[in-house]
Structures are given as structure tokens and as C-alpha cells.
């Protein structure tokens, strides 16, 4: 990389990297090539040739602005958590020099000067972060917590906002199974635990919290607390933040200690002031949950319907009757289509149109059953076709590959990106509809805009959009445009600003019109009292 690094100045160390490639999702060893049927519909669709995708740029190519804190703050940094987990170095600065949206990784194709925090800690414990975070109050050195890296809406941004320098709190140390109680069914987890590595500790007793979203690989216990995950099991275990039944949280103002009990009548609930947060209101050490035991059976089926309304109706019929799938989702007519032309994805012929719903169960095998005929029964009364397990089993071993695939259609120049929303059923079509024309009205006739109900609830339901273009001009001015005009339609039409991504700076703006001009007094009293300097991830959250 172009500047000289500094990590001499507090020992020399080169720290361990985050699992993620710097300029791409994942494992480079998980990525695949396009296949021919993907190169024909990039033609066919977006007037978008694979072959003739740009060369990626090498990461002794990119330009970092150098480092902004001095000798001294980089010596008080090291003082706080130890030389060697302290480093300036280019190499530990690019991974973390934002999240894995597709305005991130289209600005790491960038040659130009790019933005990076300006050093990055490995603190071990809460006292070391309850020293980092004083050393940056008293210096004025803005502080991102980093979990996984797999933030899609700004949320890792090294913003400094009123501050010279930022640094990035990487929190992998932090990964410790601090307690089991087999009784209560609840778990301690260290917020630097990734997903299969929290899953692996708790196998080892035979318990699993069966939290999988498609950041699973990589994203950690902390970051699914702080952005209020969604799991794609969530129709049966629920949301990340309905597992949660305490959290330790270490403050610029102090440390606290939440959730005593499964329910309290003691004043309103401070876990949620912390559940969503993003890092701005403090950093989530340790994550207490409901686990459960590992299933002993699991049942699979796919279902086709004629249309997305028929579909969504019986959907609603499944959750609103209670009838206990674990996964329960529907793709709309457009995304079904790609997918079926991407044979490997949904199971092959079984599939021929509509839309496709996948369900899941799970428990010991009465329970599976069980709860497989009765959702069974209420589907095929919505007039659903079964398409047996094929496609659902599909599904569920390809389900946090698709990011891998968006790499490779921005490498062939093809615009690819995700939102999503939710409401209530009643206005679902309606929300759909809105979004969709709102996207293709930026975006041109010739975009492809895809739909799926992902999370389900008994009063309403989240709407995940895929999209894609042809880029043209600068992708990241043409992203925004659209990404502004959807964010502008869920607005007026009842849809929450984010369901499951969180805000970061990208949903920032849109904030005070999610929660109200008094809300946001409410979040700015909040941030006041826990963090009076503003030193924790500022630009995000907080309009």
C-alpha cells in the first residue's frame, strides 16, 4: 500500500485479520465463477457482458489516508490494551474500513485516497475497553466497535463527525462461552463469538441458539444484539433480540448489567436502549440468551403458488393459526423465475413458476411432524402445491451463499444490492408495489426488481428486495439515487425504514421521520448520559 505503516510505533504487530476478504464477502475460497446460465441472463436482461469484467485492484494498490493520531495517542492506546494488540498498519487499517455493502466494496475498487480508522485495538476484556474508551474521550478519538465486518448500511464507516482521528474496536477476543444453565436454557456468550463458532460451543453440550441469518458465517454475538438481528429461522426462535435475556454493556459513563430476571415490571426495559444501538450508546461485552436443545428431527417442504398475494395470504393463515414452522418464507413471481433459471439454487424442474415458499421444521420427531401437518394443512386450504422437500433442502444448503454472487456481478459490471422493510399484512401489497416502482423508476425499466417475504409475525410481515442493473456512470451515485427513492416510498407507505439491517449512517437521515422529533430527543438524551464526549460510532443511529 502506498503509505508506510506505523505499527512500529506500538510494537510492530500485525493483528489478526477479520475472516472476510478486504474488498469482497466472505471466503475467498467460497467464491465461484458466474455460470453460463448467469452470464445469459446478464445478457439477456442487463445488456451486461461477464466477460468483460474489470481486473480487481490489488490491496498493495489502494491508498490509504495516512494516519491521523500521533505518537503520543498511538502510546496510550497501547497502554490501554497492550502494544501488541494496538496497530496503524495499512494492512489491519483497509479490513475494517467499512462494512460489506455495495457502495463499500465498490469504493474499495477505488484508486483514489480512501478513508480508514486510523488504528485498530484488540482489547481482551471490559477493562481494557473501559480504558480505550477513556484514553478516547480525554484525546477526542472517535471509537467504531467491530464485530464481523458484515454491517450493509454504513454501520463501520470510520466517520470521526467533531473528531481528528477514529479507530476501529475490534472485539474478537471476546470469544468465550462464559456459562451454560441447562436449567433455565440460557447461555453467556462473548460478543466476539461468530455465529458457528458460538453454535459450536454449544453443540458440544447438545444446545444451539439457531440464530442464521446470511451474515452467519461471519457476524458475531455483539453485532447481532447491537443491529437487532433476524435470523432465517426466525418463525421459530424468533428475532436475535427476542433471545436475549440480559447483556453487559461497558459505557464512557460506566458499566451495566442488564436483565435480572425473564420478565420485570421494574420501569421501562434498559436491554432495549441497548439492543439496536449500533455501537453509539456503548460496546455489548456479553450477551446472556435463550438457547434450546438440538433438534432431533427436521422436515422440509417446498410449496408453489399461483401468485404473490395467494401466497402471502397463506403465509399470514400459517402465523397468525400457530402452527409452528421454524422457517416460512415466499419468494414473488420475478425472484422465483431467476431462481428457477439458476437450477442449482431451488432444486432443479421441480419448480416451474409461480412462487416458491420454503418451509422448515424442527423439534424432536413428533414435534416435526406435528407441526408439519398442520402447517401442511392450512397451505394446501390457501391453495398451495406441495413440491416436496427438493427445493426447500436447496434452499436451506445454498441459503448464505447468494452475497458470494453479487461479487461476481459487480466485477461484471451489473448493479446488485438488497434492502428490505416490513408492515403490517394489510398494507404489505401495497408497500411491495411502491417499492418496486420506485427502484425501476431510478434504476430504468431494464432493472430486475425481486421480492421475498423473509420474517413473518401474527400482525405483518418484512419484504426483502433484491435488485439489478446495468452500472452505468458511477454505480455508487446511481445506487444512492435509487436506494433514496425506495427509502422515500417505505416511508409513505407505512414500511419501516429497516427491519433487520439496522440504520448506520446509510438509514440515518430518515430517522427522525421512523420515530418522531421527540424520539430523537429521547435517543440524544440517551447518548448524553452514557457517552458525553459523542466518542462512540458518531454519524450513525442518531439523526
Known amino acids: 500500500m502506498a503509505s ?3 505499527a512500529g510505533q506500538v510494537g510492530g504487530a500485525v493483528l489478526p485479520l477479520p475472516p472476510m476478504k478486504w474488498d469482497a464477502w466472505g471466503d475467498p475460497a467460497l467464491a465461484k465463477p458466474l455460470s453460463e446460465d448467469i452470464k445469459g441472463l446478464l445478457t439477456a436482461f442487463l445488456g451486461v457482458s461477464a466477460e468483460a469484467a474489470a481486473a480487481p485492484l490489488a490491496a498493495e494498490d489502494v491508498v490509504l489516508r495516512p494516519s491521523a493520531l500521533s505518537p503520543e495517542d498511538l502510546a496510550a492506546l497501547a497502554a490501554a490494551v497492550g502494544a501488541e494488540h494496538v496497530s496503524a498498519a495499512d494492512a489491519d487499517r483497509l479490513p475494517r474500513a467499512g462494512g460489506k455493502s455495495t457502495p463499500d466494496l465498490l469504493r474499495r475498487r477505488s484508486r483514489e485516497p480512501q478513508d480508514a480508522p486510523d488504528a485498530v485495538l484488540l482489547p481482551g476484556n471490559e477493562e481494557e475497553i473501559a480504558a480505550v474508551l477513556a484514553v478516547c474521550a480525554e484525546r477526542r478519538i472517535a471509537v467504531v466497535p467491530f464485530g464481523g465486518g458484515t454491517s450493509v448500511v454504513g454501520g463501520l464507516d470510520p466517520l470521526r463527525g467533531s473528531f481528528a482521528s477514529v479507530v476501529s474496536l475490534d472485539l474478537r477476543r471476546l470469544d468465550a462461552l462464559h456459562s451454560l444453565d441447562e436449567v433455565s436454557g440460557e447461555a ?19 444446545w444451539e441458539l439457531g440464530h442464521f441469518p446470511q451474515s452467519f458465517r461471519f457476524a458475531t454475538i455483539g453485532g447481532f444484539a447491537a443491529t ?32 435480572r ?27 446472556r440468551l435463550r438457547i434450546h436443545p438440538l433438534p432431533a428431527a427436521k422436515v422440509h417442504e417446498a410449496w408453489s403458488f399461483p401468485d404473490f398475494a395467494t401466497g402471502a395470504a397463506a403465509l399470514r393463515a400459517v402465523e397468525q393459526q400457530g402452527t409452528g414452522p421454524t422457517v416460512l418464507r415466499l419468494s414473488d413471481e420475478s425472484e422465483t423465475a431467476v431462481n428457477l433459471a439458476m437450477t442449482e439454487q431451488i432444486g432443479g424442474e421441480q419448480v416451474t413458476g409461480g412462487c416458491l415458499a420454503v418451509t422448515v421444521f424442527e423439534g424432536t420427531k413428533e414435534q416435526a411432524e406435528a407441526r408439519h401437518e398442520r402447517t401442511r394443512a392450512v397451505l394446501l386450504a390457501a391453495g398451495g402445491t406441495s413440491l416436496g422437500a427438493g427445493p426447500a433442502v436447496a434452499w436451506e444448503h445454498g441459503r448464505f451463499s447468494a452475497p458470494y454472487l453479487r461479487d461476481a456481478l459487480l466485477d461484471a459490471g451489473a448493479l446488485c444490492e438488497t434492502l428490505e422493510t416490513a408492515t403490517d399484512w394489510a398494507g404489505l401489497e401495497r408497500l411491495k408495489t411502491a417499492v418496486t416502482a420506485a427502484l425501476q423508476g431510478e434504476l430504468g425499466s431494464g432493472s430486475l426488481v425481486l421480492c421475498h417475504i423473509s420474517h413473518v409475525y401474527p400482525t405483518g410481515a418484512s419484504l426483502y428486495f433484491t435488485v439489478l442493473a446495468a452500472q452505468q456512470g458511477d454505480p455508487i451515485t446511481q445506487w444512492d439515487a435509487a436506494k433514496r427513492a425506495a427509502c422515500e416510498a417505505i416511508m409513505a407507505n407505512g414500511g419501516t425504514i429497516t427491519h433487520h439491517h439496522a440504520v448506520g449512517a446509510d438509514h440515518r437521515p430518515w430517522m427522525d421521520r421512523e420515530i418522531g422529533d421527540l424520539g430523537v430527543k429521547i435517543l440524544r438524551a440517551v447518548k448524553d448520559a452514557v457517552d458525553p464526549v459523542g466518542i462512540l460510532n458518531p454519524g450513525k443511529l442518531i439523526p
Open 4 to 6: 508506510e505503516t506505523q
Open 228 to 259: 437487532r438481528s433476524s435470523g432465517q429461522d426466525s418463525a421459530g426462535h424468533g428475532r436475535f433480540d427476542d433471545m436475549v435475556r440480559g447483556l453487559r454493556v461497558v459505557t464512557p459513563a460506566g458499566v451495566l448489567d442488564l436483565g
Open 261 to 287: 430476571a425473564p420478565a420485570s415490571a421494574a420501569g421501562p426495559d434498559l436491554r432495549e436502549l441497548f439492543l439496536g444501538s449500533e455501537g453509539a450508546f456503548g460496546v455489548i461485552t456479553r450477551v
Open 188 to 206: 453467556v456468550l462473548g460478543a466476539g463469538l461468530t455465529g458457528p463458532r458460538a453454535e459450536e460451543l454449544l453443540a458440544e453440550h447438545g
